[in-house]
């Protein structure tokens, strides 16, 4: 879509132009209460994140019978908060800013990214209406018999398809298996052939295209839409997705409240989100923002390469591409050329802003986390660790915090950085990021 740069503002835009990070403030972010937003002409609030919510916990005894490595948590798929004081002084930011915390969804079981939260809330929910529907379950069942016979033969006549650059297909194409459903992966020139390989171990079709993101996704729309028994997990456009990871939201409140972590106020919580196509991040931005009100400041991460959420904020509909950027990053999770424009309507209230980070600092931060904290993840889930550093350290951060009136309550604030894949790396794959990495931050 053709695009006038010229309304733009062109010194953000010169700066996106040449690759150069970049930190953005939302101008529309509302100080107001945003108890429900209208997605796709339909009000979400608390109640559908409870609802999301309630649907994981029916669900965690059978999911803990279909996978080994979920019976200690008792079918609950969850990552932990952690403290991160070496990584806070490994990136120069004093106590004068508040302290940093870690959210790991890059340890996240079954699907090893963040991607899990959405994509398996979507599989369960097509599952259970199935089952409903079949008369196989009712409200106060034991959802442990959907591993029966009876229910696998139904799910088995169904097909689960979605398009992905590697981590959505991972956690959709692992779930709809385990369940029983045929399982097809549509995945881009980006994603790593270790993902496609461990989908194809577990009995999923793998289509690979040579095209990008956006175009693996509407492959996948096109063959699904013509068969009646295919059902399309679709990133650019599902409400079931953003819902599955917005609760995420009230399992961190939990986590916050053990730790004696409070926000309000006098004690402000900023998130910093990997964004790809946007639904994951704005998930959780939402469901925190439910349960924070403005205290929780969102800040979406994306490459430079990559900043589809920052150009479709700046200019609605139009892509990566339009600005005359490659969308070529390492950052395989993020390599998305235009973003959802579901999860842009639900941020523009929500958002506080949007920075973007080189592949460089990527892996200089990957390598610095292991060091600090000894972390293992992934490239793109190295981009939130950018976040405290352009806002506390660079100019336009500064004076951001300084309009919001944030900075005189700064040392009391909370930096949540979201860690969001990595589990599942090769570790000879791991062994060159980490290398690349130390190479880089000396
Ligand atoms: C590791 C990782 N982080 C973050 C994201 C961003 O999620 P979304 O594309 O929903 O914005 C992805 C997407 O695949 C990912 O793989």
Not at 98 to 115: F, Y
Not at 170 to 189: E, Q
Not at 333 to 356: K, W
Not at 371 to 385: D, Q, V
Request: aromatic fraction near 8%.
């Amino acid at each position: 879509m053709p695009i006038d740069i010229s309304k733009l503002p062109s010194q953000l835009v010169n700066d996106m132009q040449a690759a150069l990070p970049v930190f953005w403030g939302n101008p529309e972010r509302s100080n107001e209460a945003v108890t429900q937003t209208v997605v796709d002409g339909r009000a979400i609030s608390l109640a559908d994140v409870s609802a999301a919510q309630a649907r994981f916990e029916r669900f965690a005894p059978l999911l803990a019978r279909l996978f080994p490595e979920l019976q200690p948590s008792h079918g609950r798929i969850e990552s932990a908060l952690l403290g991160a004081p070496d990584m806070q002084r490994a990136l120069g930011m004093s106590a004068e800013c508040g302290s940093m915390w870690i959210k790991a969804d890059h340890s996240l079981p079954v699907a090893g990214s963040i991607k899990a939260r959405g994509g398996i809330h979507e599989v369960l929910e097509f599952a259970e209406s199935l089952a409903l529907e079949h008369g196989l379950v009712s409200a106060e069942s034991d959802y442990g018999v959907l591993a029966d016979a009876s229910a696998r033969a139904l799910f088995g006549r169904y097909q689960v398809a979605v398009g992905s650059t590697g981590n959505l297909g991972l956690s959709i194409g692992v779930m709809a298996s385990a369940l029983g459903f045929r399982a097809a992966v549509h995945m881009s020139a980006d994603a790593k052939e270790w993902k496609k390989a461990r989908l194809r171990s577990r009995g999923v079709e793998v289509v690979e295209h040579t095209g990008d993101y956006a175009s693996a996704v509407a492959a996948g729309r096109r063959e699904a839409d013509a068969d009646p028994y295919c059902y399309f997990v679709d990133d650019e456009r599902s409400l079931s997705l953003m819902l599955g990871y917005s609760a995420a939201a009230l399992h961190l409140r939990d986590q916050f409240d053990a730790a004696g972590v409070r926000v309000d106020a006098a004690h402000p919580l900023f998130v910093y989100l990997p964004c790809g196509v946007g639904g994951a991040p704005a998930g959780i931005a939402f469901g925190l923002r439910q349960l924070y009100g403005p205290h929780v400041h969102a800040f979406f991460a994306e490459p430079t390469q990559s900043p589809c959420f920052l150009v479709e904020m700046l200019s609605p509909g139009a892509s990566v591409y339009d600005i005359g950027l490659t969308n070529r990053t390492e950052a395989d999770g993020l390599a998305v050329p235009q973003a959802s424009e579901l999860a842009a309507q639900a941020m523009r209230p929500i958002l506080d802003g949007v920075f973007t980070v080189a592949d460089d600092t990527l892996f200089a931060d990957l390598h610095r986390v292991r060091e600090t904290e000894g972390l293992r993840i992934e490239p793109s889930a190295a981009a939130g660790f950018s976040g405290p550093r352009m806002l506390t350290g660079t100019e336009a951060g500064r004076a951001w915090l300084r309009q919001h009136e944030l900075d005189r309550v700064l040392p009391h604030a909370t930096h949540l950085v979201w860690t969001t894949g990595g589990l599942f790396v090769p570790p000879e794959e791991y062994a060159r990021f980490a290398e690349r990495g130390a190479a880089l931050a000396g």
